[in-house]
């Protein structure tokens, strides 16, 4: 079997100043109506997750396999998601509950904080480690994957220090190799190994050069550290993210010479860029490698494909002509690992019935105690309006957007709500919302005379460009119910209801956008532009994601 290297140190910061924590959200046991990757036959069809779980890697400890992702600036970072099969997953909690630093990660850091983490199992103990580009490598650890995990151990500071993955090897010697983003350290294309601490808590030197990609290999990244057979290998991204290979680097020193050899790339399919993974071996013999594909506004989204060695090379994918280099299979029999397994999938829809959040929802930057309630039996989720920063020109530099990844390629997502603005407010605004570089929302607006509906857009609100603000007409109460329907290319129709049955179309369809090294995300919002201490809020019933034709109880 092979030797993993493995992160160390968790973090946690409760989010004790929160009305509820996400940490001990219920544990999700329905199943998705949008994307399953179980065929039901004994097969499965890729991606085995179609949302952006980007920079993947995982670990296998007994018969249970863990996964995380890179999480930017999203809060709570660091996803755990549990399989038995490699097929079926479900996410069971974070490793991150608030970003360090805490001032810092208040307010959006988009496509900073948490960059591609690697998950390993050592001495009965789970590490993380990351790479944060601005201020250096982190290690959280924990004894139960599900959490708590202990706070966060900066183990390297620095600029530009990114994509750390750590190996303990059998002498008890530890290392950890890393790359380095040429945006904050004016070097890239490099991989460097480092002696580390044996409890992984930091390096102990300046770093050995092990690999230099600029003549063939430009942008080798995301390195992962393993040994089998006496051999140290080094799996490694190159080519950049929509275009790139998996490369492999082998040598019986662990500070090299190492061997290379691309061992899967794009081929004859439509899998563009497939690389940046991490693999596992099991007890029937067979090796599995999850990795991305970048599929531009549904974010990075993951697949499995099948492993094999061939002379001590890892060859990954389908070798048609036996060539050494495979290419991504779209379907396959699932990996035998013993026994079947019930299908699961991450979590999507909420009924906001407990007392914590589903899981699947994420907010922009480290959240105020005073920006979302769970009411528990009551059955729903309050947003109280939160004053918008006094720089901001559109929702990019807003924090209280609480958000979930695009579930597949095509669903929809509806949500019924009721508004309760201040008074003495106008402007305050509740609403539904497709978040990205360029968004879009439909959204309760409060004004002197009453709510009104208004659909709202903006074009590269990373720029700083004003929203365009479309009034549909004002409200006959205050409930209503929101929709948006997601269709292949990522186009998107809004679209709303006040008796849960007739609905009509809100302004033109707008095409989701990528955000900042993320895809784009679905989810709701409450602000408010003004300054007071009784803010309005909107009562969230429930928000659901399904398929276009599914008929939704009112309750």
């Known amino acids: 079997m092979i030797r993993q290297s493995l992160p160390i140190l968790l973090t946690i910061l409760l989010t004790a100043t929160a009305g509820y924590s996400q940490q001990s ?57 549990h399989s038995k099969d490699l097929v079926n997953w479900q996410l069971i909690g974070y490793a991150l509950d608030k970003q360090v630093p805490l001032e810092h990660f208040s307010k959006p850091q988009h496509g900073n904080g948490v960059w591609a983490p690697a998950i390993r199992h050592h001495k009965g103990e789970f590490y993380i480690y990351w790479g944060d580009p601005d201020f250096g490598i982190y290690m959280v650890k924990a004894k139960d994957p599900a959490g708590p995990w202990e706070e966060p151990v900066l183990v390297q500071a620095g600029k530009g220090l990114i994509d750390p993955c750590p190996l303990w090897d059998e002498d008890g010697k530890a290392y950890l190799v890393h790359a380095y983003a040429g945006s904050r350290a004016g070097i890239k294309s490099i991989l460097v190994v480092n002696k580390m601490s044996p409890d992984g808590t930091k390096l102990l030197d300046e770093g050995t050069m092990v690999f230099d990609g600029h003549v063939a290999h430009p942008t080798v990244e995301g390195p992962k550290f393993y040994k089998r057979n006496g051999y140290y290998y080094i799996f490694a991204p190159a080519g950049g993210v929509s275009t790139g290979w998996q490369l492999v680097l082998r040598s019986r020193n662990v500070y090299g010479p190492y061997e290379e050899r691309i061992v899967m790339d794009q081929g004859n399919t439509s899998i563009n860029g497939p690389h940046q993974g991490g693999l596992v071996e099991l007890e029937s ?195 209503v119910y929101l929709r948006v329907k997601v269709d292949k290319g990522a186009k ?35 602000t408010r532009p003004d300054k007071i201490n009784d803010a309005g809020y909107a009562d969230f019933d429930w928000f659901r994601i399904h398929p276009e034709s599914t008929k939704l109880t009112k309750n």
């Open 25 to 81: 959200g219920k544990k999700s046991t329905s199943v998705s109506s949008v994307w399953v990757a179980d065929q039901g036959d004994g097969t499965y069809r890729n991606p085995i997750l179609h949302a952006d779980y980007s920079d993947p890697d995982l670990c296998k400890v007994g018969d249970d396999f863990y996964m995380t992702a890179s999480s930017f600036n999203a809060i709570p970072g660091l996803p755990i998601l």
């Open 492 to 526: 998107c129709q809004f679209s709303y209801s006040q008796d849960g049955s007739r609905y009509k179309a809100a302004g033109k369809p707008f095409t989701a956008a990528v955000g900042r090294w993320i895809g784009a995300k679905v989810g709701i919002f409450a």
């Open 285 to 479: 013999g067979e090796s599995w490698f999850v990795h991305f594909q970048d599929k531009d506004a549904y974010g990075r989204i993951v697949h499995l494909q099948p492993m094999k060695w061939v002379n001590d090379w890892p060859v990954i994918g389908e070798d048609k002509d036996g060539d050494g280099k495979g290419q991504p299979v779209m379907s396959y029999k699932k990996p035998n690992v013993g026994k079947s397994y019930p299908v699961a999938t991450p979590p999507e829809s909420d009924e906001f019935d407990g007392n914590s959040l589903g899981l699947q929802w994420q907010w922009h930057a480290n959240p105020k105690a005073t920006w979302a309630f769970t009411a528990g039996p009551k059955g729903y989720l309050r947003l109280f309006t939160d004053q918008m920063p006094a720089d901001a020109k559109n929702l990019w530099e807003v924090p209280n957007l609480l958000l979930q990844k695009f579930p597949a390629e095509e669903f929809t997502a509806t949500t019924k709500l009721s508004f309760k603005p201040n008074e003495k407010l106008t402007n305050e605004r509740v609403g539904l919302l497709v978040m990205g570089e360029s968004y879009a929302h439909l959204a309760l607006v409060s004004k002197a005379d009453g709510v009104y509906l208004a659909y709202t857009t903006v074009a590269n609100a990373d720029k700083g460009t004003p929203e365009k603000e479309e009034l549909l007409g004002k409200l006959e109460g205050n409930e």
